[in-house]
């Protein structure tokens, strides 16, 4: 099992930055030879998109094209955390961002391919 837990939401005025983080643990994490880590967003009355992705060990990042030069996900291996620094924020940012992770080699932005979900932090984006 692998356990997530996000942390670093809140309230935060157009044009700012948040940085959001998530905690993995868990023996399947530390065990398993590659995987990749991911945020997804989730705003009211829509549905859960894809925000980035990044490798376990902290590389090969992509990224949504609606954040793509203003988000950069980045992972610290030692502390098993992976970040997501958001910059120039919009209020159409607005939305429960949610930290996952999968087992494997390939890179992907299906949401139903993941199989470790953190709790969600909320983003907040005043304009």
């Known amino acids: 099992q692998v356990q997530l837990v996000e942390s670093g939401g809140g309230l935060v005025q157009a044009g700012g930055s948040l940085r959001i983080s998530c905690a993995a643990s868990?023996?399947?994490?530390?065990?398993?030879?590659?995987?990749?880590f991911a945020w997804f967003r989730q705003a009211p009355g829509k549905e859960r998109e894809f925000v980035a992705t990044i490798t376990w060990r902290g590389f090969g990042a992509s990224y949504a094209d609606s954040v793509k030069g203003r988000f950069t996900i980045s992972g610290d291996n030692g502390k098993n955390t992976v970040y997501l620094e958001m910059n120039s924020l919009k209020p159409e940012d607005t939305a429960v961002y949610y930290c996952?992770?999968?087992?494997?080699?390939?890179?992907?932005?299906?949401?139903?391919?993941?199989?470790?979900w953190g709790q969600g932090t909320q983003v907040t984006v005043s304009s």
């Open positions: 868990g023996r399947t994490f530390s065990s398993y030879p590659m995987g990749w």
């Open positions: 996952a992770a999968v087992r494997g080699f390939t890179a992907t932005r299906d949401s139903e391919k993941y199989e470790y």
